[in-house]
């Protein structure tokens, strides 16, 4: 009983178990998958795919949140999966009503709670990295966008950014089981997802060198950059809809 409300709990937080049966990882991956697509499609704007994607990824928590009914889970546990309900409900009103800015933040958040609990079980997945890169980046964005550059100081700034390059890098390093049920354009994009791969890197590279220089009144443009080729990064090797090879 004991084993059984542990693999309901890794499950849960995880989201995606390299402990369970084939089937439960092709019913269970697919949920992340299309929330990496909504979330690409909120940073791009299209509405349509968002609408699509969120949908589809509603159904697939519907149908794990009914197993999670019948499960042997302690009150810590239940709570866990009130709360990523809550999240999930939170992201279909804000589509619902048009609200891009706070699905995109309820995407994110979701995102942090995988991000922060895989690892506990000793899971390693290459999206937690891709995670905590855009997270760093936007940190990025939001300074090198503040003319007055209030919110870091310029030592700070440059170790966020090496410390973004870094979570690139590692994500690089990172081939776990199972990625591809998250990531198919690594097979079916691969010759796409290494020109990406190396476009990013250059990018990242292009704006280490401008921090050089210490002129924080030209870093937005190429922040912007940055971000840019990352999202399409992550359109590629997500399958991402419409992507033209």
Request: with cysteine; proline share 3%.
């Amino acid at each position: 009983m004991q084993l059984l409300r542990r693999s309901s709990l890794l499950l849960l937080l995880t989201l995606l178990i390299y402990s369970c049966t084939e089937d439960q990882l092709v019913e269970v991956a697919p949920l992340e998958h299309d929330l990496l697509i909504t979330w690409i499609a909120l940073e791009k704007g299209d509405s349509s795919i968002v609408d699509m994607y969120e949908e589809s990824a509603q159904v697939k928590w519907r149908r794990l949140r009914q197993k999670f009914r019948t499960a042997l889970l302690t009150e810590e546990e239940k709570q866990t999966v009130g709360m990523v309900n809550l999240w999930m409900d939170n992201l279909d009103r804000a589509v619902i009503n048009d609200q891009p800015e706070k699905a995109l933040v309820t995407v994110l958040h979701l995102q942090n709670q995988l991000k922060t609990l895989r690892p506990r079980f000793g899971i390693i997945h290459p999206a937690d990295q891709l995670y905590s890169f855009n997270y760093s980046w936007d940190r990025i964005r939001e300074t090198s966008h503040d003319q007055m550059m209030c919110l870091l100081e310029w030592k700070e700034f440059v170790e966020i950014y090496q410390q973004a390059k870094q979570q690139w890098q590692d994500y690089q390093k990172t081939h776990p089981n199972h990625s591809d049920l998250v990531f198919p354009g690594h097979g079916n994009n691969s010759a796409a997802a290494e020109s990406g791969t190396l476009a990013l890197t250059r990018a990242l590279e292009d704006f280490g060198q401008l921090l050089e220089k210490a002129d924080h009144t030209i870093m937005a443009a190429p922040s912007e950059r940055v971000k840019t080729t990352f999202i399409d990064y992550l359109a590629i090797i997500t399958n991402y809809p419409e992507f033209n090879l």
